[in-house]
């Protein structure tokens, strides 16, 4: 399994910003995805996921900005972000677990960056 993210950029505190990944390969081997962020100086953390169903996991600093939604057909998953913060600020990586060999399989990592 592949993941291609795209969506990432430069906005002001306040704007939005959606963020796309694609999964290629065997879509039914895919449980959990989701996105992790990484901010200059600090550990990697979960930002939002989502499972094969309806079921949402949020990050406490985003719960009621950013929305995660799913396309089990097309084996994508996108996040929209609403009301950025500069504290938004990192590298975004989409993820994918992968149930037949029990591992995470993760995108490129794309850049968004919110001005004050």
């Known amino acids: 399994v592949q993941l291609q993210a795209s969506g990432g950029g430069l906005v002001q505190a306040g704007e939005s910003l959606m963020l796309s990944c694609a999964a290629s390969?065997?879509?039914?081997?895919?449980?959990?995805m989701g996105w992790y962020r990484q901010a200059p100086g600090k550990q990697r953390e979960l930002v939002a996921a989502i499972g094969r169903g309806t079921s949402t996991n949020y990050a406490d600093s985003v719960q009621g900005r950013f929305t995660i939604s799913r396309d089990i057909t097309k084996n994508t998953v996108s996040l929209q972000m609403n009301s950025l913060k500069p504290e938004d600020t990192a590298v975004y990586y989409c993820y994918a677990r992968n149930v037949l060999t029990n591992t995470n399989a993760w995108g490129q990592g794309t850049q968004v960056t919110v001005s004050s």
């Open positions: 390969g065997n879509r039914f081997s895919l449980s959990t």
